[in-house]
């Protein structure tokens, strides 16, 4: 079974301040992708990475592909309350389903 | 482009009772997956289709079955249902499994 571990699974953190969250997994993925989810509505795809070391950002946040391809970050810059909401991984492991994190839900406090 | 449309919105059963939800897929895409989204939880893959066909089936009991339309629509369909059945039930669609997922607003199902 491919299991894929998020951490913090809750974090609350000042606007302004910077911020790091994590998955982790036992297996090596094929590609990785990050999404966000606000409340009541369905994940939004925010990246794609696919090789191993891979860097991408997108203005204030930062997304990392371990060299290994069994884990990955994401760093906001400068956090604003608009960045609040579930930010899941979802992993494609070689097979037909994209199987997801447990999940990082970000508080941003104006 | 239009994205992809989930009915209902929202829906209550009773314990025992049979559901569909439908889905609309996103133009141009050809892959359909469903998931289940507890509360707290990241969504959980139910399956997959692809022209037509079941593309692949997560840990779900055969109650959970699924149909892909001509046009890539799809709906699923669960029978007898249960009290932890209740979750949000997202739609998927994409084309292929590599260029990312467009999902849906979900299906808010409550099973009392």
């Known amino acids: 079974t491919q299991l894929l571990e998020q951490s913090p699974q809750f974090l609350s953190i000042q606007e302004g301040e910077n911020l790091t969250v994590y998955c982790n997994s036992s297996?090596?993925?094929?590609?990785l992708q990050w999404y966000r989810q606000e409340p009541g509505e369905g994940p939004v795809l925010l990246v794609t990475v696919v090789t191993g070391g891979e860097v991408k950002k997108l203005k204030r946040l930062t997304f990392q592909f371990g060299d290994a391809r069994k884990d990955s970050s994401l760093h906001i810059t400068a956090a604003q309350p608009g960045d609040t909401g579930l930010y899941l991984c979802?992993?494609?492991?070689?097979?037909?389903?994209?199987?997801f994190g447990t999940g990082t839900r970000l508080t941003i406090i104006p | 482009e239009t994205g992809v449309t989930q009915s209902p919105t929202h829906l209550i059963k009773t314990r025992g009772q049979q559901v569909t939800l439908r889905c609309s897929s996103q133009s141009g895409h050809n892959t359909v997956s469903w998931y289940q989204q507890a509360l707290g939880q990241g969504p959980q893959f139910i399956f997959q289709y692809y022209r037509e066909e079941e593309n692949g089936r997560g840990n779900f009991p055969p109650r959970f079955s699924g149909l892909q339309f001509p046009n890539y629509s799809s709906e699923l369909n669960v029978n007898a249902l249960e009290l932890d059945d209740s979750a949000l039930y997202l739609c998927?669609?994409?084309?292929?499994?590599?260029?990312?997922?467009?999902f849906g607003s979900g299906t808010r199902l409550t099973v009392v």
């Open positions: 297996s090596v993925f094929s590609s």
């Open positions: 998927a669609s994409s084309f292929g499994n590599w260029d990312g997922y467009t």
């Open positions: 979802a992993a494609n492991f070689g097979n037909e389903k994209l199987t």
